[in-house]
């Protein structure tokens, strides 16, 4: 499968490579956007990535599979359970 992974900020083009490519999901942050959990998304970013959330979903929608994004369920089951790093939320689950 091949991903333009360039529209991403740079900041987050390895770590969406490492999810989509290799299921090894880093940080607390893209597991909350990826997972569609607004609060924590808006929480745990950085000052950089806190204005980019908008154009990462949209990101999400235009190149994304699917089946890896949209729910914790989702992303949990794209991440092999020995590679998964999983962060610990301040929200409940949906």
Not at 17 to 29: T, V
Not at 30 to 56: C, F, G, K, T
Not at 70 to 94: F, Q, Y
Request: proline share 10%; aromatic share 10%.
């Amino acid at each position: 499968m091949s991903i333009d992974y360039s529209k991403l900020p740079p900041g987050l083009r390895h770590a969406m490579s490492e999810y989509i490519d290799h299921n090894i999901l880093h940080g607390g942050f893209l597991y909350a956007v990826l997972s569609n959990n607004l609060r924590d998304s808006v929480q745990l970013a950085d000052s950089h990535n806190l204005p980019r959330i908008p154009e990462i979903v949209e990101w999400l929608f235009s190149y994304a599979p699917s089946e890896c994004w949209g729910s914790r369920e989702r992303v949990d089951n794209w991440c092999n359970p020995e590679n998964m790093i999983k962060p610990v939320l301040t929200s409940p689950a949906p």
